[in-house]
C-alpha cells in the first residue's frame, strides 16, 4: 500500500510524495533532478504569479471606476487615461513637412481612387488609399481607416468593399497603410518578395523591443501614423474636417481605439475585432504584439474600456465577433462599464456594440454596421436616423493597381528611413553623456548612480529576511552529494546544492546560473561537477520560467523567447530581469545562511540570458565578490543595431539605453572581479573577442581606477577548455 505525502508550500502549490515500502526495485533507479516532481502545474509558476498581480491591479481599478458617479468624474478620468497613455508610448514626435504627393488616380463609377504618399516622420514615409465620391456635394465627412494585419494591405477585399460602400454614398475615406503592411514592409527581402521575418507582427515585434529599450513604445509610431493620416485627410478641400470617422479591424481596430482616445478632431469611432479587457486576455491568448500593450498599463489603473471612456460622449459602437480569439466576455464587460459611463454624461444611445455570430475579421454583419452608424452620426440633418446602407457589387482591384510606389516597396522606390533606422537614430540622442572616470571619487559617484538606475528601471525590490530552505532529498555520488533544495517565495525557487563529501566546517561558494536551468550542467562529468571537485559548494538555481518552471512553447512568439511573461511583467510595472535578480539576490541569501559557506568570496557563474540577470543582479548586492559570465549578450545597443534578434526579449528592461548599458554594470563592479567570456551578438552567434574588448573598454578604464586592471578580462573559451580555468 502506498503512503501519499501532502507538503503545501509557501508558493502556493502542492507537491505529493509517494512512499511504496512493500516493494523494492532491483534495478537502480534513475537520477532525478527535478525538485518539484509531483508538483501540480510548475511550468506555470512565472505566468500564474504575474497573473495574480494583474488581476490584483484589474481589481483595484474596477472598483475605482465603479465609484463614478458624476460627469465632472468621468472627465477628470478621461484627462487621466490620455496622461497615462502618452506616458505609456513615449509622447509624440514633433509634426513635420507631409510632403503629400498624388501619384497616380483611379476613376471608377461613381468614386474615384487617389495614390498618396505622405512623410508622417522625415523621409518615413506613408502609402495610401483616398476614396472620394464623385457625385453629391463636397464637403464630405470623411472616414480615416487603420488597416489590419491582414496580407494585402489596403487592396485587401474587405477594406476595398468599406472604401467604395462608404464613398458610393457620400463619404470620403483614406486607408493607409501602418508600419510592415502593404508597401511598407520595413525588413523587405527582394529575393524571398516579403519580409525577412515573413509576418507584419513580428517585425512589430523585433522593432518594439528596440523602441522599449530606448524609453518609448512601438505604439508611439503607428499613432503617430495614424494622427498625420487624419493631418491629411482634414487638409483635402473635399473633406470636411468637422465630422470625421475612425474605423478598422484587428490591428486597425487598436489603432482606432487608440486614435479616438487621444485625437479630438475623430468624431466618430467603430474599432472592429480588437476590444475586449485585460482579465479575459489574461485567461485567454495573453499579451499579443508589440502595438497592443503600452507597459505599464496595467499597473497605472488602466484596462481597455478607458480607450472607450475617453471618447465619451461621442458616438462609439463597438464591432465584435462571438467567435473571436479576442474574448467575446471582455468585449461584454467592457460595454457594460462603458455603458454605465455613457449613460451618466446623458449620451447612453450614443454607445452601441454589435456582436455578430462569426470569427475574427471586418466581416459584412460589422461592414452593415458600420455603414449604418457612420451615415447616423456623420451625415447633416434630416437624415433618417439608423438610415440601412447595403454594399454594392463592386470590382476588386488588384494590389498592383493600388500601389503608390513604382516598385510596390517604399524600401526599394523611395528608400528613406525605416522604423530600424529611425530606433538607430533615437539610440544615439538618448544614449547618456557621461563624464570620463578619472579618480576614486568619479568611480563611486558612477557606481552609486549606476545602482540607483538598475533598482529602479529594474523594479527590483530586495528580498525581506532570511528564505526558508526546504529539503528533498539527496543524490550521492563520487566525492560529493547533491542536496535538492526549494527556496521558498512567490514564486519558489527550486536549487541543486552540490557539496563535497570531506569534512572541512566551510568552503568557498559558487552561485551557478544557466538559461537552461539548474540541470543543464548537472550531469555526471558536467560543468557543476567539475566546480564541485574543485571544493567549492555550488548553488545551481532555476530562474523563474526557467528549468522545471519553463513555460509550455508558444510557437507564435518563439524568436523572442517568452514573450508573454516579459510583456506581462513590463504591463505591471515590472521586468524579468528584476525579477530573476530577486532570485539571484534570494539565492545568495540562502548560501549566507548555511553554516558551511564561506562568503568573503562567493563567486557566481552565468550562461546565456542569465548571464544578464547576474550582471544586474551583481550591480546591486557588493556580497558577489567574483562574477563570470558567458554567452552574455555584448549590449543592448547592439539590439538597436541589429534589425534582427532572437530570444532577447526576456533581457529587455524599458529605457535602459537612455541611463545604462551592459559595459555600464560591468564598469560597476570595479574593483570586483569580471571575466565575459564568448559574448554573443543579438542572433546569438559569438562576437569576436576584439569586438567585445572595444566595447568593455570603458569597464576596463574603470578598473584600472580602482586599482583592479586583473580584476577584469575579456576572453574566449574554446572546446575542452574547462569552466574552472575562469571561475575561481
Known amino acids: 500500500m502506498k503512503k501519499i505525502a501532502t507538503i503545501f508550500l509557501a508558493s502556493g502549490f502542492i507537491l505529493l510524495t509517494a512512499n511504496n515500502s512493500s516493494a523494492q526495485s532491483t534495478k537502480t533507479p534513475a537520477e532525478d533532478l527535478n525538485v518539484l516532481t509531483g508538483l501540480e502545474s510548475p511550468r506555470r509558476m512565472l505566468p500564474d504569479s504575474l ?7 484589474l481589481a483595484e481599478r474596477e472598483q475605482r471606476v465603479a465609484q463614478l458617479s458624476t460627469r465632472e468624474e468621468i472627465v477628470a478620468r478621461q484627462r487621466f487615461i490620455r496622461e497615462k497613455v502618452l506616458q505609456a508610448i513615449g509622447g509624440l514626435p514633433e509634426r513635420t513637412p507631409l510632403n503629400a504627393k498624388v501619384t497616380g488616380t483611379l476613376k471608377r463609377n461613381g468614386y474615384r481612387i487617389e495614390k498618396i504618399i ?5 523621409a518615413f514615409y506613408v502609402t495610401a488609399n483616398l476614396y472620394l465620391p464623385e457625385t453629391g456635394r463636397a464637403p464630405y465627412p470623411g472616414i480615416l481607416m487603420p488597416l489590419g494585419h491582414e496580407r494585402g494591405g489596403k487592396a485587401h477585399e474587405a477594406w476595398q468593399r468599406l472604401a467604395v460602400t462608404f464613398a458610393k454614398n457620400g463619404f470620403a475615406i483614406l486607408l493607409y497603410e501602418p508600419v510592415s503592411q502593404g508597401e511598407r514592409v520595413q525588413l523587405y527581402d527582394p529575393d524571398l518578395g516579403e519580409s525577412k521575418v515573413r509576418q507584419a507582427t513580428s517585425e512589430h515585434t523585433l522593432a518594439g523591443t528596440q523602441c522599449l529599450l530606448l524609453g518609448h513604445s512601438f505604439a508611439r509610431h503607428v499613432i503617430w501614423d495614424g494622427m498625420r493620416a487624419l493631418d491629411y485627410l482634414v487638409s483635402r478641400p473635399e473633406v470636411d474636417s468637422s465630422r470625421i470617422g475612425c474605423t478598422g479591424n484587428s490591428g486597425g481596430g487598436t489603432l482606432t481605439a487608440y486614435l479616438s482616445a487621444l485625437d479630438d478632431r475623430i468624431k466618430v469611432a467603430a474599432p472592429s475585432c480588437y476590444l475586449t479587457n485585460w482579465k479575459s486576455l489574461i485567461e485567454t491568448i495573453g499579451a499579443q504584439d508589440a502595438e497592443q500593450n503600452l507597459p505599464p498599463f496595467l499597473s497605472e489603473g488602466l484596462d481597455q474600456a478607458d480607450f472607450v471612456t475617453a471618447f465619451a460622449p461621442k458616438p462609439y459602437l463597438i464591432l465584435s465577433a462571438a467567435r473571436d480569439f479576442f474574448p467575446i466576455a471582455g468585449t461584454r464587460q467592457t460595454f457594460r462599464e ?21 470569427e475574427h475579421g471586418y466581416t459584412k454583419p460589422r461592414r452593415l454596421a458600420a455603414y449604418r452608424w457612420m451615415n447616423r452620426w456623420l451625415k447633416g440633418p434630416g437624415l433618417q436616423e439608423d438610415a440601412p446602407i447595403d454594399e454594392p457589387e463592386i470590382e476588386i482591384e488588384s494590389e498592383e493597381d493600388l500601389r503608390c510606389t513604382q516598385a510596390g516597396q517604399v524600401s526599394i522606390s523611395l528608400g528613406g528611413e525605416t522604423i530600424f533606422s529611425i530606433n538607430l537614430g533615437e539610440a544615439r540622442r538618448v544614449k547618456p553623456k557621461r563624464n570620463a572616470i578619472i579618480t576614486p571619487e568619479d568611480l563611486r559617484r558612477f557606481q552609486a548612480e549606476i545602482r540607483a538606475q538598475v533598482q529602479q528601471l529594474t523594479a527590483f525590490e530586495k528580498p525581506a529576511g532570511s528564505p526558508e530552505v526546504r529539503a528533498f532529498g539527496e543524490i550521492a555520488r563520487g566525492g560529493y552529494r547533491i542536496e535538492k533544495l526549494l527556496i521558498e517565495g512567490d514564486p519558489a525557487i527550486p536549487a541543486l546544492l552540490f557539496k563535497p563529501d570531506d569534512p572541512r566546517p566551510k568552503r568557498r561558494a559558487i552561485l551557478y546560473v544557466h538559461e537552461n536551468g539548474k540541470a543543464a550542467e548537472a550531469n555526471v562529468g558536467g560543468e557543476i561537477e567539475e566546480l564541485a571537485r574543485s571544493g567549492a559548494i555550488v548553488l545551481a538555481i532555476d530562474l523563474r520560467g526557467r528549468g522545471e518552471t519553463r513555460e509550455e512553447s508558444n510557437r507564435v512568439w518563439d524568436i523572442f523567447g517568452h514573450f508573454e511573461s516579459a510583456m506581462t511583467a513590463l504591463l505591471v510595472g515590472k521586468t524579468l530581469v528584476g525579477l530573476r535578480a530577486q532570485d539571484v539576490v534570494r539565492a545568495v541569501d540562502a548560501l549566507a545562511a548555511r553554516r558551511d559557506v564561506e562568503m568573503e568570496g562567493l563567486s557566481a557563474f552565468g550562461k546565456g540570458d542569465a548571464a544578464v540577470v547576474l550582471l544586474h543582479a551583481a550591480a546591486l548586492d557588493d556580497r558577489i565578490k567574483s562574477l563570470t559570465v558567458e554567452e552574455m549578450l555584448i549590449s543592448y545597443e547592439s539590439v538597436v ?3 534582427i534578434h532572437q530570444e532577447v526579449f526576456e533581457s529587455i528592461v524599458p529605457a535602459a539605453l537612455a541611463n545604462y548599458d551592459l559595459p555600464d554594470l560591468a564598469a560597476s563592479l570595479a574593483p570586483r572581479r569580471l571575466r565575459i567570456i564568448n559574448a554573443v551578438n543579438p542572433r546569438g552567434q559569438r562576437a569576436e573577442t576584439q569586438q567585445v574588448k572595444r566595447e568593455y573598454e570603458a569597464a576596463q578604464k574603470a578598473f584600472a581606477v580602482a586599482g583592479a586592471s586583473q580584476a577584469f578580462g575579456v576572453a574566449e573559451r574554446k572546446p575542452g577548455k574547462k569552466l574552472t580555468a575562469f571561475v575561481p
Open 338 to 358: 462603458t455603458k454605465r459611463l455613457y449613460g451618466l454624461m446623458g449620451a447612453e444611445e450614443k454607445l452601441n456594440m454589435i456582436e455578430a455570430d462569426d
Open 641 to 643: 543595431a541589429w534589425k
Open 51 to 57: 497573473d495574480k498581480i494583474a488581476l490584483q491591479f
Open 118 to 122: 505622405f512623410e508622417s516622420q522625415p
